[in-house]
């Protein structure tokens, strides 16, 4: 079915089959939904027909956000089409601002503004008063983590699990096993691993400790800088934070 049409539909159904003030919740007369105010969405089209009310009545929103991630050539083109915001999880501002990039250029192409599309950074900080108090609790975090869960995690992304391998040996991200996998996650990986050695433990540490996205320490001073040079420079719009 084309993403248009069922948009179209889903549109009707948020913004027209409820009236504002539908829900009353009132006990007398009894009722909880004046059913005056709520209106059937008649649709008879080439994939599906349609005579139903919304299920339930909106959100104040009504029309969801819609909010997307995706860093494949297929998530490229699908944010670029219909996104509104974007999560990104790239390890460096080049590969975020390259990848925001993309984004953009896929929007202008579809006839959008470049600007339709807000990209969110998916970031954990760690903020202690001072530099050392951050550090520290830093070092907690990476000796409390827990292995097993980093690694199901990291497999649950990419469907390879690396549970069977030597924890402490260099791992070469290459390979027809990773051909099932979301491939902004292992690009992401790659990446990292072409500035460091990684290991099942350190894949399993990045991922039980929020990804493979930045990880800024500091005191909030330090970290407030690091949000401002990431957002000057990757041309990126907000970000996402990861509490763990």
């Not at 009504?62 to 699908?78: C, E, H, I, M, N």
């Not at 391998?165 to 791992?171: G, K, Q, R, T, V």
Request: hydrophobic residues 40%.
């Amino acid at each position: 079915m084309p993403h248009s049409t069922l948009n179209l539909t889903f549109h009707r159904l948020w913004e027209k089959s409820w009236e504002d003030g539908a829900a009353v919740w009132q006990e007398e007369p009894e009722m909880a939904y004046d059913p005056s105010k709520i209106h059937k969405i008649n649709y008879d089209g080439k994939y599906f027909k349609m005579n139903a009310s919304h299920q339930t009545h909106p959100s104040p929103q009504r029309t969801p956000l819609l909010f997307q991630a995706g860093s494949s050539k297929a998530g490229v083109d699908f944010g670029g089409r219909h996104a509104e915001a974007i999560f990104s999880a790239n390890p460096t501002i080049a590969s975020t601002k390259k990848y925001a990039a993309a984004v953009r250029a896929k929007a202008v192409e579809e006839g959008r503004d470049s600007s339709d599309i807000k990209i969110f950074l998916g970031i954990m900080p760690i903020i202690g008063k001072t530099l050392e108090e951050a550090e520290a609790k830093f070092a907690i975090a990476k000796e409390r983590f827990s292995v097993n869960g980093g690694l199901a995690r990291f497999c649950g992304f990419t469907a390879v699990d690396l549970s069977g391998y030597p924890l402490d040996e260099p791992f070469d991200f290459k390979g027809d096993h990773f051909n099932n996998s979301i491939q902004g996650v292992i690009n992401n990986i790659k990446e990292i691993a072409d500035e460091e050695v990684l290991t099942p433990r350190k894949i399993a540490e990045l991922f039980a400790l929020g990804g493979a996205g930045p990880r800024p320490i500091g005191t909030p001073e330090m970290v407030a800088d690091f949000f401002e040079k990431w957002w000057r420079e990757a041309d990126i719009d907000g970000f996402n934070v990861n509490c763990k």
